[in-house]
């Protein structure tokens, strides 16, 4: 078996995506580790969970530096020790910039709260209710540093229902979220997961 994948999860809120992979890696046998929580929000509740796991934590408040590419190279500096192999973004509300994207190109995805490249950025779920689609769903994707521009690498679809509210759909988005970030994951840890240009393929 080849040695554990390694995993940053970068989180700024409630971390329930963070919670559902760890519970995946742990109950499913995913061949991964989350070595580390890092958190631009020092009052996130994600760090109550990552303590429940015993997982090591990076806190830092984004006012503290002069720019983002202060405070990315230290978080670069700290996932270097740790020799992480994937950053997962899970919720993290923070634009990146090339100090984090260009040394985890191909080893960096997020999840996204709708069907890319239709409504990038923030609040995907109140996007999509005010267009009016009747379908919307989830992507998980790799990172490239645009604005959620990156190789698509998964997508579920979710139906809008005719008196959805924001929380009711998201409430349905989530739980898609919970099950498709572990099993790309999944993949990504077998080897599973290439890419050409912007086509991602995904082998068995």
């Known amino acids: 078996m080849t040695a554990s994948l390694r995993i940053a999860v970068f989180a700024s809120g409630s971390g329930s995506n963070f919670q559902a992979l760890a519970e995946a890696i742990r109950d499913t046998g995913i061949n991964a580790s989350i070595e580390l929580v890092v958190c631009d929000k020092p009052s996130a509740y994600v760090l109550e969970r990552a303590k429940h796991f015993n997982i090591e934590t990076y806190t830092f408040r984004p006012k503290d530096y002069s720019s983002r590419e202060d405070y990315e190279r230290e978080i670069v500096a ?4 740790e020799r992480i192999d994937l950053i997962v973004l899970a919720g993290y509300m923070r634009i990146i910039t090339d100090v984090l994207v260009e040394p985890y190109c191909g080893r ?3 999840i996204h709260p709708s069907l890319l490249p239709v409504f990038p950025g923030i609040n995907g779920i109140g996007q999509a209710l005010e267009y009016g689609v009747k379908i919307t769903g989830v992507t998980v994707h790799f990172v490239d540093g645009g ?3 990156g190789p698509i690498i998964a997508q579920h679809a979710v139906e809008v229902e005719e008196n959805d509210s924001e929380e009711t759909l998201a409430a ?3 739980r898609v979220e919970h099950e498709l970030l572990p ?3 999944g993949w ?3 080897g599973q997961v290439s890419v050409t ?4 393929t995904i082998t068995n």
Do not use: F, P, S, Y
Request: charge should be positive.
């Open 183 to 185: 099993k790309v994951v």
């Open 147 to 149: 604005m959620d521009t």
């Open 188 to 190: 990504i840890a077998e």
């Open 78 to 81: 700290k996932l270097e020790r």
């Open 108 to 110: 960096m995805i997020n």
């Open 197 to 200: 240009g912007r086509k991602v």
């Open 172 to 174: 349905r988005i989530h």
